[in-house]
């Protein structure tokens, strides 16, 4: 594998093993294929705080599929469904329920994005195309990752319009506030039992991330259910895809549940990082965001175990939310229920000091939490 000079880059290395052949600036954009765009897309706003952005659809003349994007700070969503029947994104949508289609990633150029990785082995999804338009040009290109998830490069060049060519501004009348969710901190990928090295080697060799951390099933089994799990970056962190599996356990791992009701591989989890988790969680549960609970006794013997924090255990005990510590600082974070009707995809909300790890402290109350929701389901 060629190695490059990555002073040249002018992005921090954080992640010193991984090879950023690519290299990969952050996360363009998050596409879910969903049964009704319209109403997703009033959910992100009303519930999320996400902001519209654009749009297209039969009034831009695109006549099977229609997308909204909502955007809030440098977290930018897609919602598509679509306007026939029988097509690519119904059978998606029969196949999975709403549910991530596509991570995009943001490069400077995504012809040589795409080439470095198909020639490493990634399947194309779709071969360099340039979409133009009176603001300037996007260059796309998209290869298969885990179950039918794909990654779109998106090369922007100075592209000056909305979002890309093909949508046009989209502002309607109703905005709600935003709720202080600033980026992507990681996005989790489910994967089928003893695939999590496949797709963990297929991160490494295509796209040249390392693993940060693994971990096992001795760290996140609960009496019943188990899973494992390998965080693999790029070289400048900006992109950290942790990768589960599940593992054996008395009853069905929380993995599985999920690989059962999506029908395979995808998207488990979003972490959305905020600078004040105290603030957005509560404008969060005030507009309705329902999240997992831990018992009381969590906060009993929590500062025992990660010592001093900035802030009032009170408020966290309030709203629920989790601390960690590891080497570097703390974290702070909290998991949504199920944001769909299928057990599949949920919410993290994250906010970091100085901590780079996971919460891995936390599986086992969090862990627990979900199997009671498992048991309510009747699927543990
Ligand atoms: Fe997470």
């Given at each position: 594998m060629a190695t490059v000079d990555k002073s040249s880059l002018k992005l921090p290395i954080e992640n010193p093993e991984a090879q950023d052949f690519l290299p990969l600036l952050g996360t363009d954009y998050i596409e879910l294929y969903v049964?009704?765009?319209?109403?997703?897309?009033?959910?992100?706003?009303?519930?999320?705080?996400?902001r519209p952005l654009a749009y297209a659809g039969l009034e831009t003349g695109q006549k099977d599929k229609v997308s909204y994007v909502l955007q809030q700070d440098k977290i930018r969503l897609v919602l598509s469904s679509p306007l026939q029947s029988g097509g690519e994104i119904n059978k998606h949508i029969d196949a999975h329920g709403d549910g991530v289609k596509v991570v995009a990633l943001w490069v400077d150029n995504a012809t040589k994005s795409h080439k470095e990785t198909t020639t490493?082995?990634?399947?194309?999804?779709?071969?360099?195309?340039?979409?133009?338009?009176?603001?300037?040009?996007?260059?796309?290109?998209?290869?298969?990752?885990?179950?039918?998830?794909?990654?779109?490069?998106?090369?922007?060049?100075?592209?000056?319009?909305?979002?890309?060519?093909?949508?046009?501004?989209?502002?309607?009348?109703?905005?709600?506030?935003?709720?202080?969710?600033?980026?992507?901190?990681?996005?989790?990928?489910?994967?089928?039992?003893?695939?999590?090295?496949?797709?963990?080697?297929?991160?490494?060799?295509?796209?040249?991330?390392?693993?940060?951390?693994?971990?096992?099933?001795?760290?996140?089994?609960?009496?019943?259910?188990?899973?494992?799990?390998?965080?693999?970056?790029?070289?400048?962190?900006?992109?950290?895809?942790?990768?589960?599996?599940?593992?054996?356990?008395?009853?069905?791992?929380?993995?599985?549940?999920?690989?059962?009701?999506?029908?395979?591989?995808?998207?488990?989890?979003?972490?959305?990082?905020?600078?004040?988790?105290?603030?957005?969680?509560?404008?969060?549960?005030?507009?309705g965001v329902e999240f997992l609970t831990v018992p009381a006794s969590y906060y009993e013997d929590v500062l025992d175990r990660v010592g001093q924090i900035d802030e009032d255990l009170e408020p966290l005990r309030e709203l629920g939310i989790l601390i960690d510590r590891d080497d570097e600082g703390y974290l702070l974070q909290i998991f949504t229920k199920p944001i769909l009707d299928r057990p599949t995809m949920f919410i993290e909300i994250i906010q970091r000091k100085g901590a780079k790890s996971f919460g891995k402290g936390n599986f086992k109350a969090l862990f627990e939490a979900i199997e009671r929701e498992q048991e309510a389901r009747g699927t543990l």
């Open positions: 049964g009704n765009a319209k109403q997703s897309a009033y959910y992100y706003m009303a519930a999320w705080g996400f490493r082995g990634a399947k194309s999804y779709f071969e360099p195309k340039t979409l133009e338009d009176q603001h300037g040009k996007v260059v796309l290109s998209g290869i298969h990752t885990y179950g039918e998830t794909v990654h779109v490069f998106v090369e922007r060049g100075d592209y000056k319009g909305v979002f890309m060519p093909g949508f046009r501004k989209w502002d309607p009348f109703y905005k709600p506030a935003e709720v202080g969710l600033k980026y992507i901190d990681h996005i989790v990928g489910n994967v089928g039992w003893n695939e999590m090295n496949k797709w963990c080697q297929f991160y490494a060799k295509v796209m040249g991330f390392a693993q940060l951390v693994s971990f096992d099933d001795k760290d996140i089994s609960t009496e019943y259910t188990a899973l494992m799990s390998k965080v693999m970056s790029n070289g400048n962190g900006r992109i950290k895809f942790p990768i589960n599996e599940p593992a054996e356990g008395r009853k069905k791992s929380q993995i599985e549940e999920y690989i059962d009701f999506y029908n395979g591989a995808g998207v488990q989890h979003m972490a959305l990082a905020t600078d004040n988790i105290i603030e957005t969680v509560t404008a969060l549960k005030n507009r």
